[in-house]
């Protein structure tokens, strides 16, 4: 007795291989980025003032030479992280970021609150998006909490980079959906996005 696992049929109809899948949802998430040319309001989001759009072939292509590159780019980002949360590791990209926006923060208040904030999400003991970080570097952060400063996370940012750099982002450039965009083809179909 043969069982239909995920994503087949039962009834007999075309068995794709996991891969097939794979690619047609990555297909079915593209229409939810922008489609067109749009200013985001600067009073609500000055850091964003950029114009939205789609990446070229060459901003694609620059994605793959170093994660640097990738997470410069906004579209980049948000390509990364539907990527990422199809790998079921988002919790790095995110902690990447909210250290990136709490280097940002403007007074000792924010920062407390946001330090706070980081801690819980992702560096608590069993916290819902716990992070892969040695002991020596969560006690550091420990210590830093009592009085954080724009640099506190600096150390498992840049532990977490590195996973990310040794791990998901090469996964992220054989994937069939990062391949589809650089190939010249990919960005030009229906599905080409838009950030």
């Not at 989001?45 to 759009?53: A, D, H, M, T, V």
């Not at 970021?97 to 208040?109: N, W």
């Not at 040794?166 to 054989?174: G, M, T, V």
Request: charged letters at 25%; proline letters at 7%; aromatic letters at 10%.
């Amino acid at each position: 007795m043969e069982v239909a696992t995920e994503g087949q049929e039962n009834a007999g109809g075309p068995q794709h291989p996991p891969r097939f899948n794979t690619h047609r949802r990555w297909k079915s998430k593209l229409h939810l980025l922008p489609k067109k040319k749009k200013k985001l309001p600067v009073s609500n989001q000055p850091e964003r003032r950029e114009l939205l759009y789609r990446p070229t072939q060459s901003e694609v292509q620059q994605w793959g030479q170093s994660l640097e590159k990738l997470l410069v780019h906004p579209c980049g980002v948000l390509v990364f992280q539907m990527f990422s949360k199809s790998e079921f590791c988002e919790e790095n990209l995110e902690f990447w970021l909210a250290c990136e926006d709490f280097k940002k923060s403007k007074t000792s208040e924010t920062l407390a609150i946001k330090a706070q904030n980081i801690y819980d999400q992702f560096l608590r003991k069993d916290s819902p998006k716990e992070i892969n970080l040695d002991f020596r570097t969560k006690e550091h952060i420990n210590q830093c909490l009592q009085q954080p400063s724009s640099n506190s996370f600096d150390e498992a940012q840049r532990r977490i980079f590195y996973l990310m750099e040794n791990n998901s982002y090469p996964r992220f450039l054989e994937s069939d959906f990062y391949q589809g965009l650089s190939s010249s083809k990919g960005l030009h179909g229906p599905h080409k996005p838009q950030c």
